[in-house]
Nanobody, 123 residues
């Protein structure tokens, strides 16, 4: 599996979770890295961080609550999710690509390489 997502779980509204994405078969250092979430209703690009300057992009639904980061030395990226709400429920996947971040989270329609990590936010 090219990437492994982890850190999901069951949370209550207002809780925090930290997701991790680690690549095992290739280096992430030159790639933009994006997080997506998928539910039965939809797929949504959540956030993206660029390779060179670490510029970040967020979906409006998570701005101010989620923070994306990367650690190229660990070949990993992270998604810190705070103030979780039930609408954050879904399976979260990371994608690495050279596409510019805003375009990547809004237009990516390809497959997810990892198995994802499930997040459930419920009372």
């Amino acid at each position: 599996v090219p990437v492994v997502e982890s850190g999901g779980g069951l949370a209550q509204p207002g809780d925090s979770l930290r997701l991790s994405c680690t690549a095992s078969a290739f280096t992430l250092i030159y790639s933009n890295i994006a997080w997506f979430r998928e539910s039965p209703a939809k797929r949504e690009g959540v956030s993206c961080i660029s390779s060179q300057h670490g510029q970040t992009v967020y979906a409006d639904s998570v701005k101010g609550r989620f923070t994306i980061s990367r650690d190229d030395a660990k070949n990993s990226a992270y998604l810190q999710m705070n103030s979780l709400v039930p609408e954050d429920t879904g399976r979260y996947y990371c994608v690495t690509d050279f596409t510019e971040c805003s375009k990547l989270i809004n237009e990516y329609r390809g497959e997810f390489w990892g198995q994802g990590t499930s997040v459930t936010v419920s009372q």
